[in-house]
């Protein structure tokens, strides 16, 4: 802060002597004020920089040095072609032109490209550009961490920053529901660092102009030709919505359940009653509810039931059964297949 004062009253200083010695005290009065404004655009421009990361400052630098030896080429063939044909050299305000545009090109296209020669430099982008991404809903849910380690997934996720400052915002929460959330996504993220055959690879690509952590999700997804890896029901629409690929956990979970066809006889424990008169409730051991019938009074007993048909929803499978019989001279049973 001391740095940028003293550069601003320098600044300031300079404004006011130089403009005085031309054109006397009441313009060198504006001069001070014009130097002011130099020096607080100056601090400006410093801060910005300074959020700004430093592979897309250096993006920039190249693209806009490659852009101003663009226009020195085009220029010279300009030059070198009115020479020939023998008539006026071209205005100078043209070569100016030529150099600013071209400056500019070069400064925006190597800011926003140098992204996508990072992630082909450090063989992040798979050959067909189906990269992975993570949202903070499949971290802050943990089974990813148990797909890497059993090795069905290898190779590198993609874990932008925004998701990251996300998770630690969660964290940093109030609330300790939130709070315990957010430690627990962030030490899923630790352990799937340490997992064999993963890396997990923080991007600094960020979308300033856009709010929401999904929208963000799917525009980086768009861009980098990738798919996002979620569990979020919402998330999955919108980004199919724009063509965007997605990995759901919870349709992999569903897909790995057992199936159970109608007919088949099992044996479960009756947890709760049903919302119907004469219905009670079990569950499997994978989490999928079942509803019996005629089995309300059996609450806290295991009994046989048949399978009379399956429901699969978005939010996973219910199974609905008809009560057989008790299971004889158990009190407990397991709830699994049979």
Not at 104 to 129: M, P, S
Not at 268 to 279: F, P
Request: one cysteine or more; proline letters at 3%; charged letters at 20%.
């Amino acid at each position: 802060m001391i740095v940028r004062f003293l550069l601003s009253l320098a600044c300031s200083a300079s404004s006011y002597f130089i403009v005085d010695s031309f054109y006397g005290f009441p313009i060198s009065l504006l001069g001070l004020i014009i130097g002011l404004c130099i020096a607080l655009l100056v601090m400006k421009i410093e801060q910005a920089l300074g959020q700004v990361p430093l592979r897309n400052i250096v993006g920039g630098v190249a693209g806009m040095f490659m852009g101003l030896l663009i226009a020195f080429l085009l220029a010279y063939g300009l030059s070198f072609v009115s020479n020939i044909m023998e008539k006026q050299h071209v205005v100078p305000w043209i070569y100016a032109l030529l150099t600013g545009v071209m400056g500019y090109l070069g400064l925006v296209l190597g800011e926003k490209k140098i992204e996508e020669l990072n992630l082909l430099g450090c063989g992040q982008v798979k050959e067909d550009g189906d990269v992975p991404i993570l949202d903070t809903s499949v971290i802050i849910d943990g089974r990813i961490a148990d797909i890497c380690d059993a090795g069905f997934i290898q190779g590198t996720l993609i874990v932008p920053r925004f998701v990251l400052e996300e998770l630690q915002y969660i964290a940093d929460s109030a609330d300790s529901i939130k709070r315990s959330r957010g430690r627990r996504g962030l030490d899923v993220l630790n352990r799937m660092q340490k997992s064999t055959g993963i890396n997990i690879e923080i991007i600094d690509q960020d979308f300033p102009k856009i709010k929401t952590v999904d929208a963000k999700l799917v525009a980086l997804a768009k861009n980098i030709s990738g798919k996002i890896m979620t569990n979020d029901f919402n998330l999955n629409k919108v980004a199919e919505l724009q063509g965007v690929k997605i990995l759901n956990v919870n349709q992999l979970a569903n897909a790995m359940k057992p199936i159970v066809l109608p007919g088949e006889q099992m044996a479960v424990k009756i947890i709760k009653d049903g919302k119907e008169q004469g219905q009670g409730v079990a569950y499997l051991d994978d989490g999928t509810m079942i509803i019996v019938d005629n089995a309300q009074k059996y609450h806290g007993i295991s009994v046989i039931v048949t399978v009379t048909s399956v429901l699969q929803t978005t939010a996973g499978r219910m199974i609905f059964s008809e009560f057989k019989e008790v299971v004889n001279g158990k009190e407990a049973f397991p709830a699994t297949n049979r």
